[in-house]
């Protein structure tokens, strides 16, 4: 086998630089998209809150009309009520239009343009203040439910996921309200002279409302961004490092995260080397070569998913594959020798249409395993080790020798059991690092 086998350390830094700005630029897209979508969300209930009032306020004028002509001191008009909630309406649904518009097009809203809906929105309940106070009088009206609808908006605000966003929304309820208090005096108005600090007392209660609000949308804020970092960081981790092993052992990996426990296993390892591909090539250039490995790669391990296998690392021109690890499998051998025959096939097919022929050999062994965890507190990674990782790969260099491109340990050929009838005995062979010669069978 070719050494200098690619390591995830060498991998690692080579593209953190990359890594890093990626996730940064996935990052900052993600949470635009979450702001921009409990925006929506806060939009919508508004619109609700300004329905259902209009819904209520009409069906008590239609069956109880004393009561609103009582509490409007005769003067409620069915208008009024389109007068504030119908431009409200459309105002929302305006916006709603245009940040969806922009959620398409992946872009985000100005900010001014925020702080310009703050001002209009916020400003709607002030306009129905003021409606009260030509129908009711100032005390009347500012003791009555108009001056709380502001709270209704600062809650909302929340949504916006914005501290200053909330704050500014207190800022103009605050503003408003006082300035609604102070001067706004209809003609023929007979209610005495308002009081500065019982006014001013209450406008920042308002206010103080809104930072609290946007301290809460803050925090909101920062626990998104803590999920979408979790999140975006995962899935990069998932795409880029599950190319050099398999998409099962990442999830593994990232759900034991440091954990060292380790447990044995029944594994049928499979080894997989291309044969004379260094000395094939020297001659071509290195995207030729690079080219050529991932094609093959991308059909044997095309392969190896359908057969319930997966690859644990490559190896340069090769690869280590695993049936019944980090899962278990029905049949770890059955699978094994199953992927191992089509791979040959699907070899020979892509010889046949190539200018490169690759000669692949295999050898298969199953037994028990370590599986787990392995390495130091700082870097691990998912591995079996055991003497039936080594002899299976004594097994696949047996292989050259003996002309071979299947072979397979008595283990395998035992566990096939009558479901393998042209297994060829290549009788007692020595291997390297085994007292004694060991039974092996090769297969076509």
């Known amino acids: 086998m070719v050494t200098g086998a690619m390591t995830m350390a060498g991998w690692w830094g080579g593209e953190e630089t990359t890594r890093k700005t990626t996730i940064s630029a996935d990052f900052h897209h993600a949470l635009m998209h979450e702001v921009m979508t409990t925006e929506l969300l806060r939009i919508k209930v508004l619109i609700g809150i300004a329905l259902a009032f209009a819904v209520i306020t009409s069906t008590i004028y239609f069956t109880a009309p004393d009561a609103l002509a009582r509490v409007w001191h005769g003067n409620f008009k069915p208008s009024y009520i389109y007068t504030v909630i119908a431009p409200f309406i459309l105002f929302e649904l305006w916006v709603h239009g245009a940040i969806s518009r922009h959620m398409k097009q992946g872009r985000d809203l100005p900010v001014f343009r925020r702080y310009i809906g703050v001002l209009i929105e916020t400003s709607m309940p002030t306009v129905a203040l003021a409606l ?161 490995l991932d094609g093959a790669f991308a059909v044997l391990v095309d392969i190896l998913d359908r057969h319930g296998g997966i690859v644990n690392k490559f190896l340069g021109d090769g690869f280590l594959a695993l049936f019944g690890a980090p899962f278990e499998t029905g049949d770890a051998a059955h699978q094994a020798v199953a992927a191992a025959r089509e791979m040959l096939a699907a070899n020979e097919r892509t010889n046949a249409a190539s200018s490169w022929p690759l000669r692949i050999g295999i050898g298969i062994h199953i037994g028990e395993v370590v599986a787990g965890n392995i390495g130091s507190p700082r870097r691990k990674e998912y591995t079996v080790i055991g003497d039936t990782v080594n002899f299976a790969a004594r097994l696949e260099a047996l292989n050259k020798e003996l002309g071979s491109q299947f072979l397979i340990s008595s283990a395998v050929r035992d566990a096939l059991g009558d479901d393998c009838t042209d297994a060829v005995s290549r009788g007692e062979i020595p291997v390297r690092g085994y007292e004694h010669p060991v039974s092996v069978w090769q297969l076509g």
């Open 132 to 292: 009260h106070i030509d129908s009711m009088g100032p005390v009347a009206a500012l003791g009555w439910v108009a001056p709380l609808v502001y709270f209704i908006f600062i809650i909302a605000s929340t949504l916006r996921l914005d501290f200053w966003l909330s704050t500014f929304t207190g800022l103009v309820a605050a503003s408003e309200l006082f300035w609604m208090a102070m001067y706004y005096r209809p003609e023929g108005t007979l209610d005495p002279a308002p009081d500065f600090f019982y006014h001013a007392a209450r406008s920042v209660v308002i206010l103080v409302s809104g930072v609290l609000a946007g301290a809460v949308g803050r925090q909101l804020r920062i626990q998104f961004g803590a999920s979408i970092i979790a999140g975006t960081a995962r899935d990069r981790i998932t795409n880029l490092f599950g190319q050099h092993v398999s998409p099962q052992v990442v999830e593994r990996l990232m759900t034991e995260g440091a954990s060292t426990g380790s447990d044995i296993r029944r594994v049928a390892v499979m080894f997989v080397d291309f044969r004379s591909f260094t000395a094939g090539a020297r001659t071509r250039s290195p995207q030729e070569v690079v080219d050529r």
